[in-house]
Structure formats: structure tokens, C-alpha cells
């Protein structure tokens, strides 16, 4: 699966985004990660009252992915509350890296205004990933 419906994928992270925890910062994101299988994995932000074990969106849904055995991914939609599309964090970059450094983002806001990168290529240049210790598995 290369071709797929990037509206019907940022539609899916905007709903995701009403799964949010977020009564702290009041932003609620919503990720959607299409695998290459097809399936699709949702994720939220759930924060916490000891604000650094917060979670973002897209570390929802990678484990939640990973975890069903999925590993190989096509895209990631990620929609923030806001005006203007929501780019991942640092953070989410580098997990998001692990897997996928071709992954095309898109990055989408709650005005339905979106942008499209690519992982590797315009979010994390020069990125540290698993090929630097030989691994891969
Ligand atoms: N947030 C995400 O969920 N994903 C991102 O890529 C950016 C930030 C969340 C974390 C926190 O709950 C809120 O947005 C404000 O930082």
C-alpha cells in the first residue's frame, strides 16, 4: 500500500483528537498511522498532572501499532487544536524515525489547513537510527 486517501487519513486523526486527555495545556491532538498492511492506528494526547509523563499523540499510536505487530508504515496524520497544522515534537520525531525514516507526515489543523513532509528528509535531517548500530532487526 503506497497510494492512499491522505483527507480520509487527517478526518481520522481529527476524530482521534477527541479521545485527548488534555486538561492541563487544553490542546488535543489526534494521530493516525497507516501501516502498510492497510491498518490504521489511532493515538491521543493524554497528559498528566506530573506534566513531563505526558504522552503525545503519535507515541500512542506507534506502541499501540508496534504492539499489534505492525513495524513498517506508510503515513502519519497528526491534527491539533488551533489554527495551522500541528507538526510533531522532537520527541515524536525520533520514535517516529525508528521505524519509518521515509514516512510522509501530514501535518493538519483544526481549520482543516494541512502540510505534507517527509520524516527523514524535511522533519529529522541526518537523524540517528538504528542502521548507525548495525541493527535493523
Ligand atoms: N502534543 C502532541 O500530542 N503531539 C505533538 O507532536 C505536539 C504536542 C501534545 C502534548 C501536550 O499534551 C500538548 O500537545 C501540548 O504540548
Redo the contacts with the bound molecule.
Keep these: 500500500m503506497t497510494d492512499f486517501d491522505k483527507q480520509a487519513l487527517l478526518d481520522a486523526a481529527s476524530a482521534a483528537r477527541g479521545s485527548?486527555y488534555?486538561p492541563?495545556?487544553k490542546?488535543r491532538?489526534g494521530?493516525a498511522l497507516l501501516a502498510r498492511d492497510g491498518r490504521v492506528f489511532l493515538g491521543?494526547?493524554?497528559?498528566n498532572a506530573a506534566y513531563g509523563s505526558?504522552?503525545?499523540?503519535?507515541r500512542v499510536a506507534l506502541p499501540a501499532a508496534v504492539v499489534a505487530g505492525a513495524r513498517d508504515f506508510v503515513a502519519l496524520a497528526?491534527v491539533?487544536d488551533g489554527d495551522g497544522p500541528?507538526?510533531?515534537?522532537g520527541a515524536?520525531r525520533q520514535v517516529l524515525f525508528e521505524f519509518c525514516p521515509q514516512l510522509i507526515v501530514l501535518a493538519g489543523g483544526a481549520d482543516g489547513s494541512s502540510r505534507r513532509y517527509l520524516l527523514g528528509a524535511d522533519l529529522l535531517p541526518d537523524g540517528f537510527g538504528p542502521i548507525r548500530l548495525n541493527e535493523g532487526q
Design positions: 485527548a488534555a492541563y495545556s490542546f491532538v494521530a491521543a494526547n493524554v497528559e505526558t504522552i503525545c499523540a503519535e497528526v491539533g500541528v507538526t510533531p515534537c515524536c
